[in-house]
């Protein structure tokens, strides 16, 4: 669920004519951090607000929201934490697709 926070930072940035990328948990099966509707805000510096689960997955996310950041191209992440990462189990073992998009230039 979002936050109010979260989109009055939004509403700020647009008034303002600053980016912001917005990431968006759109679907999740089997064992995930966090459920559809979760979102990430980030700031054109890296920095950002909110969570879709942390981790590596939110790793991989936070570069293609990156990528969406410099290019503007909305894109669809999909974060499978069912596969060992070095040796070592995720936590969660599911699957989730993040969609990812420019909302504020």
Same mark, same amino acid.
């Given at each position: 669920?979002?936050?109010?926070?979260?989109?009055?930072?939004?509403?700020?940035? =647009?008034?303002?004519? %600053?980016?912001?990328?917005?990431?968006?948990?759109?679907?999740?099966?089997? $064992?995930? *951090?966090? $459920? *559809?509707?979760? =979102?990430?805000?980030?700031? *054109?510096?890296? $920095?950002?607000?909110? @969570?879709?689960?942390?981790?590596?997955?939110?790793?991989?996310?936070? =570069?293609?929201?990156?990528? @969406?950041?410099?290019?503007? =191209?909305?894109?669809?992440?999909?974060?499978?934490? @069912?596969?060992?990462? %070095?040796?070592?189990?995720?936590?969660?073992?599911?699957?989730?697709?993040?969609?990812?998009?420019?909302?504020?230039?």
């Amino acid at each position: 669920m979002a936050d109010a926070e979260l989109f009055a930072e939004i509403r700020e940035a =647009q008034g303002r004519g %600053e980016r912001r990328v917005l990431a968006t948990v759109a679907d999740a099966r089997g $064992s995930t *951090p966090r $459920s *559809p509707g979760a =979102q990430l805000l980030l700031r *054109p510096d890296g $920095s950002f607000r909110g @969570t879709i689960g942390g981790g590596c997955g939110e790793a991989e996310v936070w =570069q293609e929201a990156m990528e @969406t950041m410099a290019d503007g =191209q909305p894109r669809i992440v999909t974060v499978d934490l @069912t596969e060992d990462v %070095e040796g070592d189990d995720k936590i969660c073992g599911g699957v989730m697709d993040v969609f990812i998009e420019r909302i504020a230039d």
